[in-house]
């Protein structure tokens, strides 16, 4: 690939790819786009696009899109931009996502309904072939008739495949299944059409050496059950595939649609695109911030935990910086757009998120990687052994085929096919049930390879929910009387701390009267003939009262002062609480051979406290971080040679978890987290992440158990079929008693048991 020079303005082009059935696809498309003369490609199999920048003096869009059609792909174009006409817009173009959205969604349904017709024919065809009490005069050909389309039509998407990948000299698994059903299918047709298999009354008997009828046998039986099976895999990969891009869309309808302008005095509401920079808009309680900004009046508390995380609601007046998709929760403000479109912190987590998506492009499979080999040599094989029986045996032509095509059948893929597919849905199955979605097969490679986990505080740990920690009082007050007229006095305010205070009493509330909310300071009323003040200190606290007020602040709390009628009553701290389980679930992580970590964007006191309280060491502690720099870390603490997984639950999680080796979302949490993450704790139990990996680990000890005997058989059976002394009929038997034996070692996986059910862990 040439160097382009650095003056050349470069157009940056997203393309949608489809047809790509595994990363050999991706990384073919890449190969090809990036030999264009003026091109740097990446192509991401995950989310079925790739990411061009092309010299336009050398390259125009439809030579790249008919580069990748070339190579046996679709393409078309998602989005362009140049230079000068950077579009002001969120980065995703949502016409060019809901086409790749349609062209998965429409394979996912072709799968489905190939499996299901499938599926439907090959139980009737398993039966007669297998059982001779069920063959009647001519059940042969019935099974001929059920096969046909079984192999033609069921098996069309990996006949398909295979040509595409012959066609560059590639070997994968649609190359097994495509290889191994035509060996059977063909030897089926000669048996039927040229032996003796096509007479009234046949019947099948096994035998453990060739006969002179064995060119009388038929195994459509195994053309049938394999590509059911195999439909069965690549349907579930299909509708695994394609989250990242979930999760972008998600996360780019976070923000606001519309926004209040002020032009020539007037109010005016405009679509969020029409937004420039320095024009002022307004932002009343419960609306959403539009973009990026600054408030130039008014003052309010604005929920920013779709940026920190944090419950805790940032009080901003006049001069205050302000974030676009944040939450306005009180007063009315007037803010001025200081950025918008893709230079937006909103837009700039989508772009991390991509970014960091494309980092992790899927490992790729076990069983292509063996496909590379195994199939040529499988190939290789046969044809020796046919060559080698007819130049130095005297067994004749049918001898000679019989034993080739018994090498093609004893290699056919049926238990390597079952491998993967059946493991996974058995332990992805057992998962859902306890509450854990494992979304695919190359996550459980991650789970293997972690060694430390990265933790995220408010959500994941933490409750995320603000509760009364302690009250402190002065001498002369009751604590019980301080609380109570504290809460009725917050009771009418709808800040979270004000409510976590007006939740903490056992008791009914007295009416208050007279509420004021001053911004800055904090609220007052009256109750019960008192008036009562709860907010900032407006006055020196006595020695005791600031030793808790102080001690608050430095554990990351928040403290508020109580005045009744003018005297400083008491201190109230409220903060975040701990999850009963977390420390169990630290335990347990670290029983795994993990390392916890505590990341998160709230102060360091509070990070420190909740670190101590779970068992997390304080040199592992990292705090005050923004969503960039939750990457940033992820990234750094894997270029120190660890796998990282990550466990979070908000927004500004999504990038991390999606630059995590292993990604893990809390499913009370946001959908975004969830889409961008490799496997959902649906019961929000810390917990469940030892579970996770545990299950994840097991499933894919399994799968790998799964391919050893699968080929197993392969290695001690095909030296016997080529030296002729293998029946076909019985090579098939070999193959459906691998594939008996992968299924029910993948049915163990339903005794997983978790370990705060009182189980343990098998």
Same mark, same amino acid.
């Given at each position: ?8 303005? +470069? ?88 086409? #790749? ?9 072709? +799968? ?18 297998? #059982? ?75 035998? +453990? ?405 779970? &068992? ?52 009370? &949490? ?93």
């Amino acid at each position: 690939m040439d160097t382009m020079p650095r003056a050349v303005n +470069l157009i940056e082009l997203d393309l949608g790819v489809t047809g790509m059935t595994c990363t050999s696809c991706s990384a073919r498309v890449e190969r090809k786009l990036n030999k264009v003369d003026g091109v740097e490609a990446s192509v991401n199999y995950a989310t079925e696009s790739a990411s061009v920048k092309y010299d336009p003096a050398k390259v125009n869009e439809d030579l790249l899109i008919d580069t990748i059609k070339g190579a046996g792909y679709g393409a078309f174009a998602l989005s362009t931009t140049t230079p000068e006409t950077a579009s002001p817009e969120a980065p995703a173009d949502a016409t060019g996502q809901e086409r #790749i959205d349609a062209a998965r969604d429409a394979e996912a349904d072709d +799968l489905k309904h190939r499996l299901i017709i499938s599926a439907i024919l090959a139980v009737p065809i398993m039966l007669l072939s297998m #059982i001779p009490a069920l063959q009647f005069t001519n059940w042969q050909w019935a099974v001929l008739t059920m096969t046909t389309p079984v192999f033609f039509w069921g098996g069309a998407p990996f006949h398909k495949a295979t040509w595409a990948n012959l066609r560059h000299g590639s070997f994968t698994m649609d190359t097994l299944v495509s290889l191994g059903t035509t060996a059977a299918y063909l030897w089926s047709l000669w048996a039927l059409f040229i032996g003796n298999a096509g007479m009234p009354g046949m019947t099948m008997e096994m035998h +453990l050496f060739p006969t002179d009828s064995s060119m009388d046998e038929i195994y459509l039986e195994t053309v049938a059950v394999v590509i059911t099976f195999l439909l069965l895999g690549r349907w579930f990969e299909t509708k695994a595939k394609g989250r990242s891009s979930e999760a972008l869309r998600k996360l780019l309808d976070m923000g606001a649609k519309d926004a209040a302008v002020i032009r020539d005095g007037h109010e005016v509401r405009i679509p969020i695109s029409q937004l420039a920079i320095g024009d002022v808009f307004i932002v009343r309680p419960g609306e959403k911030i539009a973009t990026d900004g600054r408030v130039t009046d008014g003052s309010s508390a604005v929920d920013e935990s779709m940026l920190t995380g944090e419950s805790i609601p940032v009080e901003v007046t006049t001069g205050s910086k302000v974030t676009g998709a944040t939450l306005n929760t009180s007063g009315r403000l007037l803010v001025e757009a200081t950025r918008i479109g893709s230079d937006t912190t909103l837009a700039q987590m989508a772009k991390l998120v991509t970014e960091a998506q494309s980092k992790k492009a899927p490992v790729q499979r076990l069983v292509d990687r063996i496909s590379q080999v195994f199939v040529p040599v499988v190939i290789v094989i046969s044809i020796l052994t046919l060559a080698g029986h007819l130049l130095f045996t005297d067994n004749g032509l049918a001898a000679a085929f019989t034993a080739a095509v018994a090498v093609l059948i004893i290699a056919c893929p049926c238990a390597l096919g079952l491998a993967t597919p059946t493991a996974l849905l058995v332990g992805t199955g057992r998962g859902a049930q306890l509450g854990l979605l494992i979304k695919g097969p190359e996550i459980l490679e991650s789970t293997k390879k972690v060694d430390t986990i990265v933790m995220d505080k408010t959500g994941t740990v933490t409750s995320g929910v603000m509760s009364v920690h302690d009250v402190a009082v002065a001498p002369s007050f009751d604590r019980d009387e301080v609380l109570t007229l504290a809460a009725a006095v917050e009771s009418a305010s709808e800040h979270p701390i004000a409510q976590a205070i007006a939740a903490a009493p056992k008791t009914a509330l007295p009416e208050v009267t007279g509420f004021q909310n001053t911004a800055g300071r904090g609220v007052t009323g009256v109750v019960g003939g008192r008036t009562v003040t709860v907010g900032r200190p407006s006055s020196t606290l006595d020695d005791a009262l600031s030793a808790s007020f102080t001690q608050a602040q430095e554990q990351g709390a928040t403290p508020v002062v109580v005045m009744i009628d003018g005297v400083n009553a008491g201190v109230i701290t409220v903060r975040d609480t701990v999850k009963e389980t977390s420390a169990e679930a630290v335990a347990g992580l670290k029983k795994l051979g993990l390392t916890p970590m505590l990341l998160t964007g709230d102060n360091l006191g509070a990070a420190r406290v909740v670190a101590a309280e779970v &068992g997390i060491a304080p040199e592992h502690v990292i705090a005050e971080v923004m969503p960039d720099e939750k990457v940033s870390i992820v990234d750094k603490l894997q270029a120190q040679g660890r796998n990282v997984a990550m466990v979070g639950d908000g927004v500004n999680d999504a990038a991390a978890l999606a630059q995590a080796d292993l990604g893990l979302a809390m499913g009370a &949490g946001t959908d975004v987290a969830i889409e961008a993450a490799d496997i959902t704790l649906m019961n929000n139990d810390l917990r469940s992440a030892v579970d996770a990996i545990r299950l994840s680990r097991r499933t894919l000890g399994t799968i790998k158990g799964n391919l050893f005997w699968a080929f197993a058989y392969n290695v001690v059976l095909i030296p016997v079929a080529a030296a002729g002394f293998l029946n076909p009929m019985l090579a098939g038997v070999a193959m459906a008693f691998s594939s008996v034996f992968v299924v029910t070692n993948s049915l163990r996986l339903r005794g997983f048991s978790t370990t705060h059910e009182g189980r343990p862990v098998s």
